[in-house]
């Protein structure tokens, strides 16, 4: 859209003044306007009043469209999708095209960023959000901004504290010098992680993920043959997590803690900290379907 500034109402009182004869002002004012830039617009946001999920911080937020600004034959040469917040301003994404997709987590970064104030809680942030055209002579435009109120990502952190250790009470009191006697060896194995004896199936399964922290390595779950259950106890942090067969995704399962299917979504870690996951398994050929539980400790 071309609007009249201070350069192009000083243009127009120039040209006033040798064409006033044979010219309107209308027709003055148009050959003014051919000689500013057109800037671009910035198509109308479909999410402009949403609450950000961790769960979906790969996800994409939405993709953002504009027109094409020009100068006379030029076309402008580079695109700045930028976020403003009271005189603070946070550039989202730097593009040559017409359009720019951001994700959940670049939002939520950027509002973050421009708004300061909000980064921990959590809160609703009305901001707006517009295109910056940039020509190669150094002319600038700027698009009509749109309102967004976006609620951001809250931090949570894990305050708890670890309780003191007491000092050990001294104990004088002398040992026997008699040899105590052997206890006999139980040869039944158990799921205790003191003498635990490996089963043929541990490692079988696994669990990978950004929550596990990373989606190239599994954590190998350990398997309890009187249940028939794979087990591990570990630290998780915000993001997604899947079960799958043998280090390879040929087999593997997602979904929800009650019905885990073959090749199912991604299962959300929403809270960080340490966790207990068993999972119970029914394979048939290259599929599977199962459950699981997630206890946090």
Not at 15 to 22: G, I, P, Y
Not at 141 to 159: C, F, M, R
Request: net charge negative.
């Amino acid at each position: 859209m071309k609007k009249l500034n201070f350069l192009s109402a000083s243009l127009l009182f120039i040209l006033s003044a040798f064409t006033f004869s044979s010219c309107s002002s209308d027709e003055i004012e148009a050959i003014v306007e051919d000689l500013l830039p057109e800037s671009s617009q910035l198509t109308t946001p479909t999410n402009t009043e949403v609450a950000l999920q961790a769960s979906e911080v790969d996800n994409v937020f939405e993709t953002y469209t504009w027109t094409e600004a020009s100068f006379g034959d030029e076309k402008a040469s580079n695109y700045e999708l930028s976020v403003y917040y009271g005189g603070s301003v946070v550039v989202l994404k730097e593009t040559s095209e017409l359009s720019a997709a951001v994700t959940v987590g670049e939002m939520d970064a950027a509002i973050k960023e421009v708004a300061g104030s909000f980064e921990d809680a959590g809160a609703a942030v009305s901001f707006k959000i517009g295109v910056v055209s940039y020509f190669s002579n150094e002319v600038v435009t700027v698009s009509d901004p749109h309102d967004l109120t976006i609620t951001t990502i809250a931090v949570v952190e894990d305050n708890t504290e670890e309780p003191a250790e007491e000092p050990a009470e001294e104990d004088n009191t002398e040992e026997p010098t008699e040899e105590p006697a052997e206890e006999p060896v139980d040869d039944e194995p158990t799921d205790e992680v003191t003498d635990r004896v490996p089963h043929e199936n541990d490692g079988l399964w696994g669990i990978i993920g950004d929550a596990t922290g990373s989606w190239d390595a599994d954590q190998d779950l350990l398997y309890n043959a009187e249940t028939e259950v794979y087990y591990i106890t570990l630290d998780l942090v915000l993001g997604n997590i899947k079960f799958r067969k043998s280090d390879d995704w040929t087999v593997n399962l997602g979904g929800t803690t009650e019905a885990l299917v073959h090749n199912g979504d991604n299962i959300a870690i929403a809270e960080a900290g340490n966790y207990t996951i068993e999972l119970t398994v029914d394979e048939s050929g290259d599929s599977a379907v199962g459950s699981f539980t997630l206890t946090k400790n």
